[in-house]
């Protein structure tokens, strides 16, 4: 039988590369899909538009009466609409979206059918918990858990084939109150970071009622054929290549960054972003990415919980209408070895209700003591919590990307450019510490025609940096692609929370010894420019240089996921999540040991399918091929010919039977070390064990000697799609 990769490299040339787009403009169809508050003005009542605006506006609950009008409205519109189902849209741990879907139909007492959808079945649902991961909640407390209606973020409808489902964003909740999603502390994250911004926000501007969190994610991913992913069960099964040799040639010429989009990849990439525009994801810019295959999208920045939930909406549309086109869109952070993994950028501000970037340099001298305050607070609180940045983006997936030369490191550091360093050696060298009102460093404040032109500009960046200021905006990019955004923002509005408390209060106690107000604020600026300047770093993030250094600095690395986690449960980060009412010790707990069981599944699955691979792909293929050198070389020897014509042949067969010995040997013993370590019952010590026992003792060793069988065995006998055949062909 024609193997998998041949009908895979056969199919792609019948395949089509063109589909039908709409050329109408975007503005035509924006949001057409999203229950906005235009939508809401037209089919609520006042009464019930009112009461939906203030629950959005101020987080209030809605009541039930008012619940009933709004979801009749809904219900009304997305009929207009042709939806038949609703369900509650929600965000569980496992890293995906989850939804079970209930007809508006139903049946009356006498037996008649009806369409409904009442106040209850908006507000609150009931999907069985106990599937979900709850990191021991559920063995503890109770098995129920509840979805319930989080309306700050609109519900919409989602398309799927010719069906249409009306989705109700919601908060999961275990029946004991502990949250079991990513949107619930994200939420409460946005709350407390609210109030203490508006408090710090307050001394410069006595206006400023809300402060929100902006973000802007540029989303990175690889697209392949769909025929070779399933030609590889590692693709398949783990999401990423775990062999593969590198072909001869990678990204080494740079050609693809920025090159032209290949066709077929064009018209997926307009059809996901036709979908997503109506469900009102702003997308904005589409461009290739460094590596071959790999792709790039960004959409303008919204409020964050907003836009953590279209960058999920956006995860699921790419996959769903990647497979439309006979393609897959690889999440993965590291789908292949020896190219670019992907990651995903997380740009991140402050906005507040009065229209002004917090981290935008202002036009006077006040409004850049305002800057340089938040500035200063968000380097201070990465400084001060970095361990547990660090966990919030920690995954078996990323694990691959941070440490190696291509993203940024597991060491945490913030890069501000050379212009904003001056800034602060310049109010750090006040000596003594001592301001007055004319003093310089308030008045060199002046910050606005410098920074713009030197920090928007996009070769001054540092693109090695983990956490980088790029001019009205920090860009966190250590985080991974196919990580949802809500763990890293929750921990970074927390922490910046934490720290904007602290500094209210270093300041008010200033201004309680007679200090005056901006002079008290420039005092603490700079014994927090001081505190925390041993995590600022210009240079280059993956030289070895930078590794060393950031030891001498006492800079946490911690390069593997299960020690990075450590960072969730301690002390520090206990006081740190709970005294901002953002998660509580138990749910901490429970959060660590599910990243830990994830981290643990997904090594196991990937040593799971090697072995596999290696017995029924790569072990038949390589002792077919040395067959067939064999029966050669026993030909060339029965005919009487000397040794030395058949010295070649001798020697390959030489090299293949040693990889082909070694490698069983490796398999071999790569499943006695599992079972071992499945045998561990704790488990930080179970993922540790797949960290270490498996993961790092076996899996390079077995890849180096399947990649060489791959170089060596006959092109016709290897069954697995190969690198350039998944990186290049289209
Ligand atoms: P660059 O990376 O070159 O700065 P952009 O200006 O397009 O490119 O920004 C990249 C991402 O940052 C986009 O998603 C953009 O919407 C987002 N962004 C811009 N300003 C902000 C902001 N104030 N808050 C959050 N994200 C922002
Ligand atoms: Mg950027």
């Given at each position: 039988?024609?193997?998998?990769?041949?009908?895979?490299?056969?199919?792609?040339?019948?395949s089509n590369g063109t589909a039908e787009l709409d050329n109408s403009k975007i503005t035509g169809f924006f949001g057409e899909n999203v229950f906005t508050l235009k939508v809401a003005r037209e089919f609520l009542?006042?009464?019930?538009y009112?009461?939906l605006l203030?629950?959005i506006k101020?987080?209030?609950?809605?009541?039930?009466?008012?619940?009933?009008?709004i979801?009749?409205g809904l219900r009304q519109w997305a009929e207009s609409k042709g939806v038949t189902h609703y369900t509650?849209w929600?965000?569980?741990?496992?890293?995906?979206t989850?939804e079970?879907?209930?007809?508006?139909?139903?049946?009356?007492?006498?037996?008649?059918?009806?369409?409904?959808?009442?106040?209850?079945?908006?507000?609150?649902?009931?999907?069985?918990?106990?599937?979900?991961?709850?990191?021991?909640?559920?063995?503890?407390?109770?098995?129920?858990?509840?979805?319930?209606?989080d309306p700050s973020s609109p519900p919409f409808i989602m398309e799927i084939g010719t069906g249409k489902t009306l989705c109700i964003p919601?908060?999961?909740?275990?029946?004991?109150?502990?949250?079991?999603?990513?949107?619930?502390?994200?939420?409460?994250?946005?709350?407390?970071?609210?109030?203490?911004?508006?408090?710090?926000?307050?001394?410069?501007?006595?206006?400023?009622?809300?402060?929100a969190a902006t973000l802007g994610w540029e989303q990175e991913y690889f697209v392949?054929?769909?025929?070779?992913?399933?030609?590889?069960?590692?693709?398949?099964?783990?999401?990423?290549?775990?062999?593969?040799?590198?072909?001869?040639?990678?990204?080494?010429?740079?050609?693809h960054y920025f090159g032209s989009i290949p066709e077929r990849v064009y018209a997926f990439m307009r059809d996901f972003e036709t979908e997503s525009y109506k469900l009102g994801i702003p997308l904005r810019t589409r461009h290739n990415e460094?590596?071959?295959a790999q792709f790039e999208c960004a959409p303008i920045f919204e409020e964050v919980s907003v836009a953590v939930d279209h960058n999920t909406l956006l995860m699921d549309i790419m996959d769903r209408v990647a497979r439309r086109h006979k393609l897959r869109a690889?999440l993965?952070?590291?789908?292949?070895?020896?190219?670019?993994?992907s990651?995903k950028h997380n740009n991140w501000s402050?906005a507040?209700d009065?229209g002004?970037n917090?981290?935008a340099?202002?036009?006077?001298?006040?409004?850049?003591?305002?800057?340089?305050?938040?500035?200063?607070?968000?380097?201070?609180?990465?400084?001060?919590?970095?361990?547990?940045?660090?966990?919030?983006?920690?995954?078996?997936?990323?694990?691959?990307?941070?440490?190696?030369?291509?993203?940024?490191?597991?060491?945490?550091?913030?890069?501000?450019?050379?212009?904003?360093?001056?800034?602060?050696?310049?109010?750090?060298?006040?000596?003594?510490?001592?301001?007055?009102?004319?003093?310089?460093?308030?008045?060199?404040?002046?910050?606005?025609?410098?920074?713009p032109?030197?920090?928007l500009?996009n070769?001054?960046?540092?693109?090695?940096?983990?956490?980088?200021?790029t001019g009205n905006k920090?860009e966190?990019?250590?985080?991974?692609s196919?990580?949802?955004c809500?763990?890293?923002?929750?921990?970074?509005?927390?922490?910046?929370?934490?720290?904007?408390?602290?500094?209210?209060?270093?300041?008010?106690?200033?201004?309680?010894?007679?200090?005056?107000?901006?002079?008290?604020?420039?005092?603490?600026?700079?014994?927090?420019?001081?505190?925390?300047?041993?995590?600022?770093?210009?240079?280059?993030?993956?030289?070895?240089?930078?590794?060393?250094?950031?030891?001498?600095?006492?800079?946490?690395?911690?390069?593997?996921?299960?020690?990075?986690?450590?960072?969730?449960?301690?002390?520090?980060?206990?006081?740190?999540?709970?005294?901002?009412?953002?998660?509580?010790?138990?749910?901490?707990?429970?959060?660590?040991?599910?990243?830990?069981?994830?981290?643990?599944?997904?090594?196991?699955?990937?040593?799971?399918?090697?072995?596999?691979?290696?017995?029924?792909?790569?072990?038949?293929?390589?002792?077919?091929?040395?067959?067939?050198?064999?029966?050669?070389?026993?030909?060339?020897?029965?005919?009487?010919?000397?040794?030395?014509?058949?010295?070649?042949?001798?020697?390959?067969?030489?090299?293949?039977?040693?990889?082909?010995?070694?490698?069983?040997?490796?398999?071999?013993?790569?499943?006695?070390?599992?079972?071992?370590?499945?045998?561990?019952?704790?488990?930080?010590?179970?993922?540790?064990?797949?960290?270490?026992?498996?993961?790092?003792?076996?899996?390079?060793?077995?890849?180096?000697?399947?990649?060489?069988?791959?170089?060596?065995?006959?092109?016709?006998?290897?069954?697995?799609?190969?690198?350039?055949?998944?990186?290049?062909?289209r």
């Amino acid at each position: 039988m024609e193997s998998l990769r041949f009908k895979a490299i056969n199919a792609l040339s019948h395949s089509n590369g063109t589909a039908e787009l709409d050329n109408s403009k975007i503005t035509g169809f924006f949001g057409e899909n999203v229950f906005t508050l235009k939508v809401a003005r037209e089919f609520l009542s006042d009464e019930a538009y009112k009461s939906l605006l203030t629950s959005i506006k101020g987080g209030k609950k809605i009541d039930r009466a008012m619940a009933n009008q709004i979801s009749a409205g809904l219900r009304q519109w997305a009929e207009s609409k042709g939806v038949t189902h609703y369900t509650h849209w929600f965000q569980p741990l496992t890293g995906t979206t989850a939804e079970k879907h209930d007809s508006f139909f139903t049946l009356k007492g006498d037996g008649s059918a009806l369409e409904t959808f009442d106040g209850d079945a908006l507000i609150q649902q009931e999907p069985d918990a106990s599937s979900f991961p709850n990191g021991g909640i559920r063995a503890t407390f109770e098995a129920r858990g509840y979805t319930a209606w989080d309306p700050s973020s609109p519900p919409f409808i989602m398309e799927i084939g010719t069906g249409k489902t009306l989705c109700i964003p919601t908060i999961f909740v275990s029946y004991t109150g502990e949250t079991l999603d990513y949107k619930a502390p994200l939420l409460k994250s946005l709350e407390s970071l609210n109030k203490a911004a508006v408090d710090v926000c307050n001394y410069f501007d006595k206006n400023v009622n809300k402060v929100a969190a902006t973000l802007g994610w540029e989303q990175e991913y690889f697209v392949i054929d769909e025929a070779m992913f399933n030609a590889r069960p590692d693709l398949v099964m783990s999401g990423r290549t775990v062999f593969g040799h590198s072909p001869a040639k990678g990204q080494q010429l740079e050609d693809h960054y920025f090159g032209s989009i290949p066709e077929r990849v064009y018209a997926f990439m307009r059809d996901f972003e036709t979908e997503s525009y109506k469900l009102g994801i702003p997308l904005r810019t589409r461009h290739n990415e460094v590596a071959p295959a790999q792709f790039e999208c960004a959409p303008i920045f919204e409020e964050v919980s907003v836009a953590v939930d279209h960058n999920t909406l956006l995860m699921d549309i790419m996959d769903r209408v990647a497979r439309r086109h006979k393609l897959r869109a690889l999440l993965h952070e590291k789908p292949f070895a020896g190219v670019n993994g992907s990651g995903k950028h997380n740009n991140w501000s402050l906005a507040t209700d009065t229209g002004v970037n917090l981290l935008a340099p202002g036009k006077t001298p006040k409004t850049n003591l305002m800057f340089l305050t938040f500035f200063v607070n968000t380097i201070k609180a990465v400084h001060d919590y970095s361990d547990v940045l660090r966990a919030s983006i920690a995954s078996a997936g990323n694990d691959h990307r941070l440490g190696a030369n291509e993203a940024p490191p597991a060491i945490i550091s913030v890069f501000i450019g050379g212009y904003l360093s001056k800034v602060l050696a310049d109010v750090k060298e006040r000596v003594g510490g001592k301001f007055d009102e004319q003093d310089e460093a308030i008045l060199k404040l002046d910050l606005h025609r410098s920074i713009p032109e030197l920090l928007l500009d996009n070769t001054d960046r540092n693109r090695t940096s983990p956490f980088a200021f790029t001019g009205n905006k920090f860009e966190f990019r250590a985080v991974g692609s196919g990580a949802n955004c809500a763990n890293s923002m929750t921990a970074l509005n927390t922490i910046m929370a934490q720290t904007l408390k602290q500094f209210k209060k270093d300041v008010d106690a200033l201004i309680e010894k007679g200090e005056k107000k901006e002079i008290a604020i420039m005092h603490v600026i700079r014994e927090y420019i001081v505190a925390s300047e041993k995590v600022l770093f210009e240079g280059d993030g993956y030289s070895d240089e930078w590794h060393q250094e950031a030891e001498k600095r006492g800079l946490p690395n911690i390069p593997t996921t299960p020690l990075a986690l450590d960072a969730m449960v301690t002390d520090k980060a206990k006081s740190l999540f709970e005294s901002n009412n953002v998660l509580n010790h138990v749910e901490l707990e429970a959060r660590h040991e599910i990243e830990l069981e994830k981290y643990m599944k997904r090594v196991q699955i990937e040593a799971r399918i090697m072995g596999e691979l290696c017995t029924s792909h790569v072990l038949p293929a390589a002792i077919k091929y040395q067959n067939l050198l064999i029966n050669n070389i026993k030909g060339l020897k029965e005919i009487g010919l000397k040794e030395e014509s058949y010295a070649n042949q001798k020697q390959i067969l030489e090299k293949i039977s040693e990889h082909i010995n070694i490698l069983s040997d490796l398999v071999e013993k790569m499943i006695e070390a599992r079972k071992i370590v499945n045998a561990m019952t704790d488990i930080r010590t179970k993922a540790i064990g797949y960290q270490s026992q498996i993961k790092d003792a076996f899996f390079d060793d077995i890849r180096y000697r399947v990649d060489k069988l791959e170089l060596l065995v006959a092109d016709e006998y290897w069954a697995l799609p190969k690198y350039r055949e998944m990186l290049f062909l289209r």
